[in-house]
């Protein structure tokens, strides 16, 4: 079966492009390199053998996502991934997010329609239960105000698909995914995040090699254990693993309803603190790190209920903490090997 996976050259989109290849389907690849190397493709051939077909092009360009749709007319399901997603840009700049995010997904929809592409898989997030009354998390917890116009654009995408699927012709799951870190077990590919990163295990990272002086940890005053933030880590390829079980099964024809939305964790949370010794211990160095105030924005703890997705997907991230945090870090030297 051939798949779009957009932003295939991304985090996530290039471990999912390795695992849809492993399970025997054609992948295309549209991507349009804002946030990612095109060397990614070769890399995901040394892994898997195979070097994706990839187009490189902005999806928010309505006219050129038509015309690829036209010369590809055996496309069965699009996994979309292709979207901005820092938080703190996203606040600076709204109008590149929801330009980006929102325009990308509809001139897809539209594709989906005009050429008969039935299945999407949709990249969403936790961020869309913001602090939630009752943890951990499940499916059916309220939608919360969006914190940013990166969580807004998650949101408002969930609404956009459910809303033109009740006219028919398209089936979608919605993956929200919890905190993803590591990187494939060859250290081929990983995160690659341009300039300073925002996310925690990057930062712990590039900390440890030395690109950056100091960790500083957000908050030691909430009301967790040790007093710092809690999250659901996963790690990647488990994550990516579950892409492909969602978009066979809609190639299977298994879904219960046409939009299905499942939470993507392991169901533990992890504080900052507990993520660092993990980290220290797995790659046996101190880490450079302060306590500084909250960042705003930031919830205090959020982990999924994984019950619905381990039963409906019969997936379970099955990575530990240890093997995220050894994985992140066998990629930064790896990626420090090859600047050399
Ligand atoms: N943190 C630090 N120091 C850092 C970076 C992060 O202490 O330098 C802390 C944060 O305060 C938070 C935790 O580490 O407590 C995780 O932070 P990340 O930035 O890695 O992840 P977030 O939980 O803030 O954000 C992630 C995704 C977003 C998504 C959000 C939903 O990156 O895309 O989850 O909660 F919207």
């Given at each position: 079966m051939k798949i779009l996976v957009t932003g295939g050259v991304g985090y996530i989109g290039s471990h999912t492009v390795v695992e849809l290849q492993k399970s025997g389907h054609e992948v295309v690849i549209v991507d349009n390199l804002s946030n990612s190397k095109i060397e990614v493709l070769n890399q995901i051939h040394q892994i898997s053998g195979i070097k994706p077909e990839c187009e490189i092009f902005n999806l928010d360009d309505r006219a050129k996502t038509f015309e690829f749709f036209k010369n590809h007319?055996?496309?069965?399901?699009i996994i979309h991934f292709a979207a901005f997603k820092a938080v703190g840009e996203s606040v600076a700049n709204p109008l590149k997010y929801y330009r980006n995010n929102l325009i990308s997904l509809m001139n897809i929809l539209e594709a989906m329609k005009e050429f008969g592409v039935p299945n999407l898989v949709f990249s969403s997030s936790c961020?869309?239960?913001?602090?939630?009354?009752?943890?951990?998390?499940?499916?059916q917890a309220p939608i919360q105000k969006a914190m940013s116009p990166y969580g807004n654009t998650k949101q408002i995408s969930e609404e956009i698909i459910s809303d033109t699927i009740l006219n028919g012709g398209i089936k979608a799951i919605a993956l929200r995914y919890f905190n993803p870190i590591g990187a494939h077990e060859s250290a081929l590919i990983g995160e690659l995040p341009?300039?300073?990163?925002?996310?925690l295990m990057p930062f712990i990272t590039q900390t440890a090699i030395g690109i950056r002086a100091q960790l500083s940890?957000?908050?030691?005053?909430?009301?967790t254990p040790d007093g710092t933030a809690i999250r659901d880590y996963i790690h990647v390829v488990d994550l990516a693993k579950a892409h492909v079980i969602a978009v066979e099964r809609m190639l299977h024809k298994?879904?219960?309803?046409?939009f299905e939305i499942f939470n993507l964790g392991t169901g533990n949370g992890f504080s900052v603190l507990e993520v660092i010794n993990s980290f220290e211990k797995t790659c046996k160095a101190k880490l450079n790190y302060k306590i500084v105030g909250r960042r705003a924005g930031d919830v205090e703890q959020v982990y999924a209920d994984t019950k619905f997705a381990n039963d409906e997907l019969g997936w379970k991230a099955i990575k530990s903490l240890d093997e995220m945090t050894l994985s992140a870090w066998n990629w930064e030297k790896a990626l420090a090997k090859k600047i050399k």
């Open positions: 007319t055996d496309i069965q399901g961020t869309v239960y913001g602090q939630p009354d009752e943890l951990p998390v499940n499916e341009l300039g300073v990163p925002n996310n940890v957000f908050g030691n005053d909430y009301n298994k879904s219960k309803k046409d």
